[in-house]
């Protein structure tokens, strides 16, 4: 031992330790753990505090009966690979709450390991995870249940309380199954299948309803028998808000935050963070992953609480990146000044009529603090952006539609004044670059829309057709309606052209821009087409991403911003 720096020591062969040989190893290095070779009897166990136990030994419940003599006396059940199944052996583990030893000496490595040690780790995980619980004196075997043939044991550690289940029933069990307390400001969580529960009155007293699941019935008697659940009762510390895409997390104590995308295990793909208050994008951190995300609160390496969220197929990920301009300041010559501001940003429920492709839920209401920043006062014109091409010599990869509308790779001169149209959002984004500026995002476009009193439209609450490009069925001059200006003096929002943004989303299976303001075309002949007509301020509508050239249309432009000191 004094060789090996050994922490334990398996007493192989030997069913029982003394008290002159743990006074040896003490004096080697104080609480070396003697581990005697099958289950100690009675009077061995004062001189020892861990034993093994073959899987040889079973019988239902499978309940350690060496923990309600000694309730710190630990025990290591041995698995044999060789011998069949690991499934009701690793069951047997975390209903007793004590430990796996795997026995893999004898040659064999069955199809089935790697589908058990998947099982065993999930088994494992939750031990070492809850161990507070587990090494507690404080346990209760074999709770009055509410159906036979499903045991639980309770584990009562400092600030949580855990349930152990153990299941032999084949077709499985759903409802009201022990007895427990509720209180305010607590919750009742299954770390087995990370699902929240709910708790049920009958007959005037509270229970815990939780779901066992069944098994063939023709694995009765054999190895692969058995369901688990572990049950706790958790004080609610962490806060996971999920709002679209966009996850929060905070805890009032706590080291760290496990975010699993998925049931967590030792091959679960997970991000850690510190418990301070922050917003995580799911989309940056798991990808295109949609389902459940389990979000677990750690003490050190114990558990102390869990929330479960879910993300729906089809949600919307913003999986654009807002890259800032230089700060000026002092609006560059052709920009408003949109003033820092307090804005209850909230969007109006998108009124397409047939929504094959869900929207961004924005509907609930957000207090957020807006930076000042600057924005152009009026659309990109087509002078503009022949400045532009003149200057760089800008021709894009995909050149299919690009400024269809001009003659001889110029505009016509009656359409200087008309805003750009015919650009895709990589034409845009080369010419902000170029300009020193950058798109601005859905909630920016918006705010200098409103400002800071939430109306409908840039110039008030009442639709008013004679201050903007009502229907006209083509593109008018960007100051052909100066009485349609917002209240930071920005002209010719709505009704023109649709105005894209920087916002891209991914829902799996589409990328999508979203675009503001309405256009002067709006058919009303099919549900199947884009909306149009000058739009609410609060409305957006989406533009399929699938080619810049097949992106390119004859009611689409845009306008930029620039950051401001």
């Not at 558990?303 to 560059?332: C, F, H, M, N």
């Not at 639709?463 to 917002?486: E, I, M, Q, W």
């Amino acid at each position: 031992m004094r060789r090996t720096d050994a922490d334990g020591i398996v007493l192989d062969t030997w069913g029982e330790s003394s008290r002159e040989f743990q006074a040896a190893a003490d004096r080697v290095k104080p609480g070396i753990i003697l581990y005697s070779e099958g289950m100690a009897v009675p009077k061995d166990m004062p001189g020892i505090v861990a034993g093994r136990v073959h899987d040889a030994l079973y019988m239902p419940p499978p309940l350690n009966m060496n923990k309600i003599i000694k309730p710190d006396f630990a025990i290591f059940r041995v698995m044999q690979v060789q011998e069949g199944r690991l499934h009701r052996e690793a069951a047997v583990c975390l209903f007793n709450g004590y430990g796996a030893e795997l026995n893999v000496m004898r040659a064999g490595r069955p199809d089935w390991m790697d589908e058990e040690y998947r099982y065993l780790g999930r088994v494992v995980k939750t031990l070492r995870e809850n161990s507070e619980a587990f090494l507690s004196n404080e346990w209760t075997p074999l709770l009055p249940t509410t159906v036979d043939s499903v045991w639980v044991n309770k584990w009562q550690a400092r600030d949580k309380t855990v349930y152990t289940v153990y299941g032999l029933r084949p077709e499985g069990f759903t409802g009201p199954l022990v007895e427990c307390p509720a209180a305010p400001g607590k919750h009742y969580v299954s770390l087995w299948n990370h699902t929240e529960l709910d708790t049920v009155a009958v007959r005037g007293k509270t229970y815990i309803s939780a779901t066992v699941d069944g098994f063939s019935r023709s694995w009765l008697g054999t190895q692969r028998e058995a369901s688990v659940d572990c049950i706790a009762w958790l004080p609610e510390i962490l806060k996971a808000d999920l709002r679209a895409d966009s996850l929060f997390l905070g805890a009032s104590r706590g080291a760290r935050i496990v975010v699993n995308a998925g049931d967590p295990s030792y091959g679960t793909r997970q991000a850690e963070f510190s418990a301070s208050a922050r917003a995580i994008s799911l989309y940056h951190t798991f990808g295109r992953y949609e389902g459940k995300v389990v979000v677990q609160l750690f003490d050190g390496q114990e558990l102390i609480d869990e929330r479960i969220v879910q993300l729906e197929p089809g949600t919307p990920r913003l999986v654009s990146i807002l890259e800032r301009t230089p700060r000026v300041a002092k609006a560059p010559r052709g920009m408003s000044e949109i003033p820092a501001g307090r804005y209850a940003f909230v969007m109006a429920a998108t009124d397409v009529p047939n929504p094959v492709i869900p929207y961004p839920d924005y509907s609930k209401l957000r207090e957020v603090m807006m930076e000042k920043f600057f924005i152009d006062t009026y659309p990109v014109t087509n002078l503009q952006l022949r400045d532009f091409m003149r200057a760089t010599h800008y021709v894009p990869k995909d050149t299919v539609n690009f400024l269809r509308h001009w003659v001889n790779g110029a505009p016509p001169k009656d359409l200087l004044n008309h805003p750009v149209v015919w650009v895709s959002i990589e034409d845009a984004r080369s010419y902000a670059r170029w300009a020193g500026k950058r798109l601005p995002t859905d909630m920016e476009w918006q705010y200098a829309a409103q400002g800071t009193d939430g109306r409908k439209y840039p110039w008030g609450n009442s639709f008013d057709p004679a201050r903007c490009n009502y229907g006209l069925g083509h593109t008018s001059p960007v100051d052909a309606y100066p009485s349609g200006k917002s209240p930071s003096g920005v002209a010719d929002l709505v009704g023109n052209i649709w105005q894209l943004t920087n916002d891209v989303y991914d829902n799996g299976s589409y990328y999508f821009v979203t675009m503001k303001g309405g256009s002067y075309y709006n058919p009303t002949s099919s549900i199947w087409y884009v909306q149009g007509g000058p739009r609410p301020a609060d409305d957006h509508q989406m533009l399929l991403m699938v080619s810049p050239g097949f992106d390119r249309n004859a009611t689409v432009g845009f306008r930029c911003v620039k950051d401001a000191l």
